[in-house]
């Protein structure tokens, strides 16, 4: 049996649902990331592992054992905050032996263990600074020791890197995971962000208005999107309806179903044999960086083109383009 | 540079209108003799050394600071955990809780004092309790202020889930965390609280007069007879309210700065 299993979990706040039907299966030691949009019920999820909310029906079992009547206390259950949550009156060394404190380890033992788990989240030299003397990065760092300390069976992180700012996100992120592996901790992460999703997990469900719309490997995920919300929260996939698109390539489409998915970076500009192909003229042009997004216009229909930011190479808006897609890039929508 | 002009004259003048009464009085604390000269002529301790030697005053202050101290161990005592826990467990409550704090500010001290003779004065409860028992009353819009406040500050909840989770229990996670966590705004409370009652007057003359004189009374009876002891009171009175307002400042401060995490 799997070593974190969630039953038939609902919850329901007076007559709204905000969870229906929730069931998943965790490995040890995988890494485990809930992604939706805001308000879909994922950090409830998180709530009701930890035992800081009660689920109105269902379970949830951690090593076969379940935890529906067991204090969050004895659940050995970590957590990690989006405020992180810091003890203000205390440094960054008390904040880190607080678990261990709580369960009256000894001083000498303590000590050497906030030592070591300071070193594996890099804050060695800030052991007696006070959480408002650190930035938020260092903070959430803290907070990340103070839970790793106690070896919980289970890490939840809630949002934990949503309010630092870009750079330092994606350094943590890269952190985070090599912990994560280094430790062989299993770990559930939630965020809205879908690119830190694809970045750390073995695995993402991904949530929709308190269901578990789809489940996979990232790589899953972003390559085999199985419905129109998929499709448009994870990347920026171009979706048509079969008649739409059946008038843009001009052909008839094989299977039985009513929508389309294309990748914008499937859309290319040289011609291979089998391929659909779709006259648009380029409209508009968006440049982040490396990738270069190119909307075309198609009948009174729009789609989109990705393409890397090759030198030499340049779309001139206004002008009519042939493009192509693989028909293997046509993804069925559900 | 003609507006800047301007601009300083207005505050000199602003300053002056508020610091000179208060320098004065300081001033006529320590005066020999101030009748028709711009400055007094002459400087003495005579006046604060008289008062602090007035068995009376030391009285008086020890009943101020004993009847405001104790009503505010009072309400702390018990505004400070119905205020934790509505906020934290009850919040759709609260709303009870700021109308009471209105109340406090609606009702003059006139009328307070009137119906507390008519209510308790027949029925044999002495009046200084009644007067303990409003004061207690009357603080609650500090203590309120400043428990919440410092709730908010800290993200009360989330810093008890998060105690309870490395393993707390409840009463740990409050005595450990959140209580040390909110102490800096609790303690702020407290001192606004002790130096609004310590220089009430209207109830304690109108309801317990020189029954119970605090220094209030005091002051109240030696502006009659010597001008240079009263400025003494009021100097005495001035310098513990200064102290009291660095503290709460510095409190504050140090409340905020934990906010900042």
Redesign the interface.
Known sequence: MSYVVIEGLHKKYGASTVLSNIDMTIEKGEFVTLLGPSGCGKSTILRIIAGLTDATSGAVKIEEKNMNNIQPKNREVGMVFQSYALFPNMTVKENVAFGLKMKKVDAKEIEQQVAETLEIVHLSDKVNAYPHELSGGQQQRVALARALIVRPKVLLLDEPLSALDAQIRKKLQVDLRSIQMKLGMTMILVTHDQEEAMAVSDRIFVMNKGEIAQQGTPTEIYTKPESEFIANFIGNYNVFTRKELEQMVGVTLPGACLKFAIRPEAIHFEASVGDLHMKGIAKESVMSGNVIRTSFEAGNRFFSVEQLHHRGYSIELGKSYESYVALEDVIELS | MKKRGFADLFFLFLVLYLVLPILATALYAFATNWNSTVLPEGLTFKWLGTLFQDADFIQAFGRSVLLSGGAVLIGLLFIVPAIFVIVLYFPKYEKWIQMAVVMVYAFPGVILAVGLIRAYSSIGVPMILAVLGAYVVSILPYIYQGTRNSLRN??AR??L?????????KV?AFSK?LL??V?PGLFAGALLSFSVLFGEFVLINLVVGSRFETVQIYLMKKLSTSGHIASSVVFVYLVLMGILTFAISILTKRSK?????
Request: hydrophobic share 50%; aromatic share 4%; net charge negative.
């Open positions: 800290v993200n989330q810093l889930d998060a105690a309870e989770l490395l393993g707390a229990s740990q965390v040390p966590a102490y700065g934990v906010a900042n995490t």
